[in-house]
């Protein structure tokens, strides 16, 4: 069962964007793939925690696309010149070693690519 925190409902219940719906379905998706992801607002938008940790954050800016920023915490650690992510569905982008972004530029995309960042979140958590 999925524990979506009220906090991250409210948000997206006054946020005004243009894959709001995508990004309803894809919060939703991600918090039904594993009871140990949690959910609270962090950067004012969605952000996943696994462990008590973030591990993935939604990013509604620039307006019209959707990103998920997937990142290993709030502090850089010390193997991040190291750290490795086999990414197969090659959704992700790397700004650096150790931090991830999946852009998404329209409903359709995020639709079409929703069981791919499910998994990737997944793997991500556990990493």
Do not use: C, Y
């Amino acid at each position: 069962m999925m524990d979506q925190s009220p906090a991250v409902g409210a948000l997206l219940e006054t946020l005004d964007h243009p894959m709001k719906d995508s990004a309803g379905r894809l919060r939703s998706a991600i918090l039904a793939s594993d009871e140990g992801i949690t959910e609270h607002v962090k950067w004012n938008a969605p952000s996943f925690r696994f462990a008590g940790e973030d591990r993935v954050t939604f990013r509604f800016h620039p307006k019209g696309q959707l990103q998920l920023v997937f990142h290993r915490g709030a502090k850089v650690r010390g193997d991040r010149d190291s750290f490795v992510f086999l990414d197969e569905t090659g959704l992700l982008q790397w700004p650096a070693a150790d931090r991830g972004v999946v852009t998404l530029a329209s409903a359709a995309d995020a639709d079409a690519a929703q069981d791919r960042i499910v998994e990737l979140v997944g793997r991500w958590i556990r990493t």
